[in-house]
């Protein structure tokens, strides 16, 4: 038997003995299920407009970064509609959510694609620190508000050239409703992110890890790697320690290490996302 598979039954065992499971989970999670910002092929399949730009991954345009506003919103109008709103039924998440749905668990994730309510996952048991492509809000910020970012792209969409994928019409760049300035995407993109839709969402993770801290704790980090560290790796690392009783699994296939005071009661597999759940949540 391989070491990796030696791995995957102990993580199998882990999860069975856990009371509470906390799903926590970066970039590499959605990569897995399709939504992999640095895939030239993914890219040329369903954005094959921008290859004109010289432009070959989102990863190189990260939110229409860098663009002109009528091409930045021309291109978000199409690609947040594919990885926020779009029909997605990948078997990393239903396994994930075939597993857990009746069980004790929150899900703590840097990801703003919302693939887990999308895959059948309570919204009230999850928490998304660095926000959702769903909410629009103004950049100054002028107000604590946000809005609906469908209505938005839909509206954009109408008069955006199929071609070019230019906006034909500048009256239809999105507008801050209270003071006209310009709005954007409600994630932490940059020091004007409005966190307050999001703080719900915190307490309630906070007091679900405080209701029952004598109850065994199963923190299952999945490709969540550098580079944001702070939003989900250093978090989870810093509640297993707190809960003496909690285990922790950390799944990525670069960055595995565990830090030495945790190596006891963690396992840290180096292999994908989608490795992983297939061999662990199936039973
Ligand atoms: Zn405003």
């Not at 926590?24 to 990569?31: E, Q, T």
């Not at 998304?128 to 839909?154: F, H, I």
């Not at 950390?250 to 963690?266: A, F, M, Y």
């Amino acid at each position: 038997m391989s070491g990796l598979q030696q791995q995957f039954d102990i993580a199998r065992q882990w999860l069975d003995e856990a009371e509470r499971v906390l799903l926590a989970s970066g970039a590499g999670l959605s990569a897995a299920a399709g939504i992999d910002y640095g895939d030239k092929r993914w890219f040329a399949e369903n954005f094959t407009p921008m290859l004109q730009y010289g432009v070959s991954t989102c990863a190189e345009i990260l939110g229409g970064m860098g663009l002109p506003p009528l091409l930045q919103w021309g291109y978000l109008s199409h690609q947040l509609e594919l990885v926020r709103f779009g029909a997605i039924d990948h078997p990393v998440y239903r396994l994930q959510h075939e597993a857990l749905a009746e069980r004790d668990y929150f899900i703590f994730t840097s990801n703003v694609d919302a693939l887990y309510e999308r895959h059948g996952f309570d919204p009230n048991r999850i928490y998304t620190p660095q926000g959702d492509y769903a909410r629009m809000q103004c950049v100054s910020p002028c107000s604590e508000a946000t809005w609906y970012t469908r209505k938005y792209l839909e509206r954009i969409r109408e008069r955006t050239d199929p071609a070019t994928w230019q906006l034909q019409d500048e009256s239809r760049l999105p507008r801050c409703p209270i003071c006209s300035g310009p709005m954007y995407m409600n994630v932490r993109a940059a020091h004007w992110f409005l966190e307050t839709p999001y703080l719900p969402q915190r307490q309630r993770l906070i007091k679900w890890l405080d209701a029952a801290a004598d109850r065994n704790l199963l923190t299952i980090e999945i490709g969540a790697g550098f580079n944001t560290p702070g939003v989900i790796r250093w978090p989870a690392e810093q509640l297993t320690s707190r809960h003496a009783d909690a285990r922790m699994i950390r799944v990525n296939p670069e960055d595995s290490e565990i830090p030495g005071s945790l190596r006891e009661r963690s396992m840290s597999l180096d292999c994908s996302g989608q490795e992983f759940v297939a061999a662990v949540f199936t039973q």
